[in-house]
């Protein structure tokens, strides 16, 4: 058995540094395939042609492969997008000890999907999100190998990280630009600011200027958004937005006074842990192995998602409180702390390896991203490894042959360990930007005192605001207020009139949604667990999109007073919470006090038709990833060719489980560095600067 990275389709980035440097995308998608057909090679047990790449899966390879059998795979991790919170994970060879937190019942290994499994469950279909740069003089180039010229094999970008050779479309390996709508290719999110920056410079006007800045922030620019801010408020401070944003920006500004409940964490539950403090920040970081430029990094994420959502209830003239003392957050490289805080904290479901508590008021981010499709690419890429190739090396891609061992000679094999350190790096970024986006805005709805810590908030609006907010997966960019790129297609296919997975109505919809209803539904026939959570968070998403327009923002505000006299602690039942949202949104019979059903009826046409009718700038991504997945799940649903099996008796060149790997440690810390060289949470790597 071996495993062969079958087609790519990644959205890889890099701002450019330089202004002769085109900044735009690339999307490549990852198919990790459990089962091959023979290599083209007789004897050889990995890449075509190659008889010293022992391919994944084969004897001496991850002990987790694709297709293993449960007590080999770990039981998964608390995967963002795919699925429910579920019990903590098991130990796992090949992982840090303590397993993967937060992991997903009824998952204890990759099986063959069937025909009707959704794709987005696949865990051998893996999808990351960066940006490229290109000089201008490489466009015919460029062009030549889009259309798939012999004479091009490769085409190499620029990223933040270094350098990284693509490669032609084949059995290996598929590479895209993206295109705006005129067919041109997208350029980056910094440089098209630049360019709206210059126009605005030429011919100034408060209207266009207010545009520039709610954009801004939508795309997830905050340093940008305050730079136009800043400029409007020199001539206009009389504006309305303008005498909002500068009344949040003084707030930002006070100093903080450090958490006690900091150091009240540390002594009860995480000895060992050390506080990483800077004095202009909104947090404090109690971690356990992170270096000073990494916390550095990680407090920087987590002040940027800060502003971000003060700053968006600033455009709409609402002044939130700030939290008197710096907020608490907790990186983590033990799985069983993980699992400790979850079990004894008021813990939200964990998402992207990652959770906030609504009563404490803190954020807890593992260490290692661990959802299936990066733990298949991270289990796969270990050959690459085992090989004597070095990741952190590959990436910087500075000097020939640089983090390749001396003695590899397959061109091929040297791009896919290439591609798959691009990979792993460009996934451990995007997990990053949405784990701190997503959990520092469900901590801030009740710490800027939104939503009441004493009550069972229902889940439908703590996941929809903050989703609402964050940094989405599979997107170059996004930000407070936009619409959200990952969300918007996955609530557009489930609420399509020929599916109706919500309900028959939008009436059931809506009353599906403010219920809970949704996050409590069960599989129908054919359907994963996953597939059912996912759809109950595109519908949340979704409604409080629609609610946080400027029509219907004031009766989000009641809404959140409603939940405010809610008893304490205890769960609300479904009449309460139709009759709380009712009364919110004025869709209550006059005469008996009780939900309107013609009302509410109404809110929800008006709903589904807003957001059915939203435009994506991102839809050419999300189709095109669609269309990918679609073919590559058909590829792997297919029947195996027995014939084209590799043999049973075949002999492996990779090393017994554990010879040059002793206790079976993760990549990520195996002796000379060959490994994973970091993946930490939530600051790590940053994403690209536009």
């Known amino acids: 058995m071996r495993c062969r990275l079958i087609a790519a389709l990644t959205l890889l980035g890099a701002a450019a540094a330089a202004s002769l440097v085109r900044a735009e995308y690339v999307v490549i998608v990852v198919n990790l395939k459990a089962q091959e057909e023979e290599p083209k090679t007789p004897g050889a047990s990995g890449y075509p042609g190659s008889p010293s790449a022992p391919g994944a899966g084969e004897t001496g390879s991850s002990p987790s492969r694709p297709g293993s059998s449960p007590s080999q795979s770990p039981a998964g991790g608390s995967g963002y997008y795919t699925g429910p919170a579920g019990r903590p994970g098991a130990s796992s060879p090949g992982m840090r000890p303590g397993g993967m937190p937060g992991g997903y019942p ?23 999100v960066v940006e490229v740069a290109l000089p201008p003089d490489l466009a015919k180039l460029r062009y030549a190998f889009e259309k798939q010229d012999p004479r091009v094999k490769t085409l190499t970008v620029t990223h933040r990280w270094g350098r990284t050779p693509l490669g032609r479309k084949n059995a ?62 020199e001539t206009q401070k009389t504006n309305r937005f303008v005498v909002s944003y500068l009344k949040i920006k003084e707030a930002l500004a006070k100093p903080v006074s450090k958490n006690d409940a900091s150091a009240v964490l540390k002594n009860k539950l995480l000895s060992g842990y050390t506080v990483a403090d800077l004095d202009k920040h909104h947090y404090v970081l109690l971690y356990q192995s992170a270096e000073a430029k990494e916390r550095k990094e990680i407090l920087d994420r987590l002040e940027k998602s800060f502003k971000g959502f003060y700053y968006w209830f600033a455009m709409r003239e609402i002044a939130l409180p700030l939290p008197q003392s710096k907020l608490v957050a907790v990186l983590t490289d033990r799985g069983d702390d993980f699992r400790r805080m979850q079990h004894n904290l008021t813990s939200s479901p964990p998402l992207t390896d990652s959770f906030a508590t609504r009563r404490e008021g803190i954020v807890v981010f593992a260490s290692k991203r661990g959802d299936q499709p990066y733990t298949s690419l991270d289990t796969w890429a270990k050959q690459f490894w085992d090989l004597g190739y070095v990741r952190k090396e590959l990436i910087k891609g500075k000097k020939k042959g640089e983090g390749v061992p001396r003695d590899a000679t397959d061109p091929q094999q040297m791009l896919e360990a290439r591609v798959s350190a691009l990979l792993l790096q460009a996934m451990e970024d995007e997990w990053e930007a949405t784990a701190t986006s997503h959990e520092v805005s469900r901590q801030l709805l009740f710490a ?46 489930n609420n399509d009139p020929k599916s109706r997975k919500y309900g028959a109505t939008p009436y059931d919809t809506l009353i599906g949604v403010i219920t809970d209803a949704q996050f409590r539904a069960k599989p129908r026939p054919g359907e994963t667990p996953e597939a059912v959570t996912r759809q109950a968070r595109a519908a949340a998403w979704a409604l409080t999109f629609y609610l946080t327009q400027p029509d219907r923002i004031k009766g989000l505000q009641k809404y959140f007073t409603e939940l405010k006299h809610m008893p304490r602690d205890i769960e609300l039942d479904a009449k309460v919470l139709e009759a709380a ?44 990833i669609r269309e990918f997945y679609t073919k590559m799940h058909k590829s792997l649903a297919a029947p195996a060719d027995p014939s084209n099996k590799p043999p049973m008796d075949q002999p492996s060149t990779s090393p017994p489980p554990g010879a040059n790997n002793p206790g079976n440690r993760s990549p990520s810390v195996k002796p000379g560095g060959t490994g994973n060289p970091r993946s930490r949470l939530p600051g790590g790597s940053r994403r690209p600067s536009p």
């Open 448 to 493: 800027s005192k939104l939503l009441p810590t004493n009550v069972n908030v229902p889940e439908w609006i703590q996941f929809g605001a903050a989703s609402f907010f964050e940094t989405p997966l599979q997107s170059p960019f996004g930000g407070p207020g936009g619409a959200n790129p990952y969300w918007l297609p996955r609530f557009k296919e």
């Open 172 to 233: 290996v390996m598929e590479t895209l630009f993206l295109k705006d709508p005129s067919g041109r290719p997208l350029k980056s999110i910094g440089k098209q600011f630049e360019k709206r920056w210059e126009d605005l410079e030429k011919k100034f006007s408060p209207e266009e200027a207010i545009s520039l800045a709610r954009w801004s922030l939508q795309t997830g620019l905050i340093a940008e958004f305050e730079k136009v801010m800043d400029k409007l408020a």
């Open 106 to 128: 009824g998952m204890p290994g990759f099986p063959r999907p069937k025909e009707d499994d959704n794709a987005d469950d696949n865990p051998n279909l893996v999808v990351a």
């Open 581 to 624: 949202f009712a009364r919110a949104f004025d869709c209550v019979d006059l005469k008996t006090g009780l939900p309107d059903k013609g009302k509410l009826t109404a809110l929800a046409v008006s709903w589904n038709r807003f957001v059915m009718a939203q435009p994506l700038e991102l839809d050419a991504v999300h189709k095109t």
